[in-house]
């Protein structure tokens, strides 16, 4: 096992793996589609420079599109579906396109393997959809990349095979058995040790500030901490915003984002899922080759900075995981997780087909 003593700035020190034998060597991708990416639909707010900006009637405005809307997206859900085509219907085409590399995959849980549940501690996968991630890992590197703590996010996935990312890509691990992967070393990396005791003291505070306001959940994830509303009334999400922003104005080393129905608070160091990302890429000695191809299936707004990140690289896709039109850096979609387990079962099928003697009995 090869460890890394914790980074708490955004230098990376890689932990240099042997390449993971290629079970399917996938000419370069089609050019990505452009559609334009509005930053302001992926917040982080820096409160020690912009303390205001998440209270204002901005911040209220994109809580509620974070709830269902029909009518607007039914009318442009055709337009953006040409710009973020199904990743299923062009299924073939991204096999044909990606001939010669390396797939290595990057999977969201919440919203990705898991439906988006009231209670984020019932976000359980099925067992058909756990089956389906096991046996596309047999084929392709396969890491779990999640604002859970990594021990969470463990838990509820429950395979040792892959890398585990959890706290947005902050706490880094695996895999704890190496599978078809006999030739990789584990992988550890942490970011933000340092900023453990804030954290904690932090969540202590805002827990029993939540008490008062029904519905509010306080996730501690370790490295980073969710202050649910999904299931708080919608005329009390400002008295949550505005709990969350009195205690961290004691606290300038820590940033506020938001996502689906939460609040995300995280330590002021430039690290997230795309640098996760990039950090597992190395870790597989895959850094500056052109013969690898990654694919980042996710729901969140976090999940924007994954998808950026392979833009930036000129390499592999980002798919969104979304029923409804949104601004996104990804180039394909797919609708909820069962489209999701249905793309991860193609995927195994098309490996199993190039590589009978890697396969597994196939998705049913």
């Given amino acids: 096992m090869t460890k890394h003593a914790a980074y708490p700035s955004e230098d990376v020190v890689a932990v240099v793996a042997a390449p993971v034998p290629v079970s399917r060597h996938f000419t370069s991708f089609p050019p990505l589609k452009d559609a334009p990416l509005d930053c302001k639909k992926h917040v982080v707010v820096d409160l020690s420079a912009s303390r205001d900006a998440i209270m204002g009637g901005s911040w209220f405005e994109s809580m509620k599109a974070s709830s269902p809307r029909h009518a607007d997206d039914a009318e442009h859900h055709g337009d953006w579906m040409e710009k973020h085509p199904s990743a299923l219907a062009q299924f073939e085409a991204l096999l044909a396109a990606a001939k010669g590399k390396q797939i290595v995959l990057f999977l969201d849980y919440d919203g990705t393997l898991s439906p988006i549940v009231e209670d984020p501690d019932r976000a359980v996968m099925s067992e058909e959809m756990r089956e389906a991630v096991r046996r596309v890992a047999e084929h392709f590197p396969t890491a779990i990349v ?75 994830n370790k490295y980073c901490l969710s202050v649910h509303f999904r299931c708080v009334r919608e005329e009390e999400w400002n008295a949550v915003n505005e709990e969350v922003r009195s205690v961290l104005k004691d606290y300038p080393n820590l940033k506020l984002t938001h996502g689906r129905k939460v609040l995300e608070i995280r330590p002021s160091i430039k690290w997230d899922k795309g640098k996760a990302l990039e950090f597992l890429l190395k870790s597989l000695g895959y850094a500056g080759r052109n ?67 890697l396969a597994s009995s196939g998705c049913t």
């Fill in 291 to 357: 013969d690898v191809f990654p694919i980042y299936i996710g729901d969140d707004r976090t999940d924007e900075d994954a998808f950026k990140m392979l833009r930036n690289m000129g390499q592999g896709i980002g798919i969104l995981v979304s029923r409804l039109p949104k601004e996104t850096a990804a180039s394909y979609s797919l609708s909820d997780p069962t489209e999701v387990k249905e793309f991860l079962c193609k995927l195994e099928k098309s490996a199993k087909e190039d590589a009978p003697d």
């Fill in 146 to 220: 999640s604002g859970r703590c990594r021990d969470k996010v463990f838990n509820f996935v429950k395979l040792t095979e892959l890398y585990y990312a959890g706290s947005h890509g902050m706490d880094i691990q695996g895999p704890a058995n190496h599978h078809l992967q006999a030739n990789a070393e584990v992988v550890h990396y942490q970011a933000g040790t340092e900023f453990l005791p804030v954290i904690e003291e932090v969540f202590g505070t805002l827990t029993a500030k939540m008490e008062a306001i029904a519905g509010a959940k306080v996730e501690n």
